[in-house]
């Protein structure tokens, strides 16, 4: 893993060509992203997804029409402890980001608590430039005083 920041971007498999396009500006944004497509292939994949999910500075959770199932799950909920668990400087910033073909009931209830990003067309470079923008923010030292 790099030393930079690191987002890891959790989404199901049916929105894998908007998770592709939402990596890849992030990336040309200068962010390091983790996603699927980075696991390695044998027998020591979920160590590998356990160990970037503990390292990653921000959590991006894709939410389609079908909201959140299966993996992304698993991967919510150690997402959520890391962000209830930790003091406010170490807090994992989680962001919720809710796809064009998702109603805004499809945001479960955990995920409601953060602000959540609406993003109503992956090809929309000044969409996905918001969300840049944000993460950054969030992979950004804070100041100290």
Known sequence: MSSAPTI???????????????????????????????????????????????DCAAFLVLIGQH???????AEVGVALSRHFSRSAETRLPIVPVLLDDAPDDRVPPFLSLFQFHRLEDARDGSQIAGLATACLLYTSPSPRD
């Open 67 to 73: 909201g959140v199932s299966g993996w992304i799950h």
């Open 8 to 54: 890891f971007v959790s989404y199901a498999h049916a929105n894998r060509s908007t998770a592709a396009a939402i990596v890849k500006a992030l990336q040309g944004a200068g962010l390091t992203v983790w996603w699927d497509a980075d696991i390695p292939l044998g027998p020591q994949w979920q160590d590998a997804l356990q160990t970037t999910l503990n």
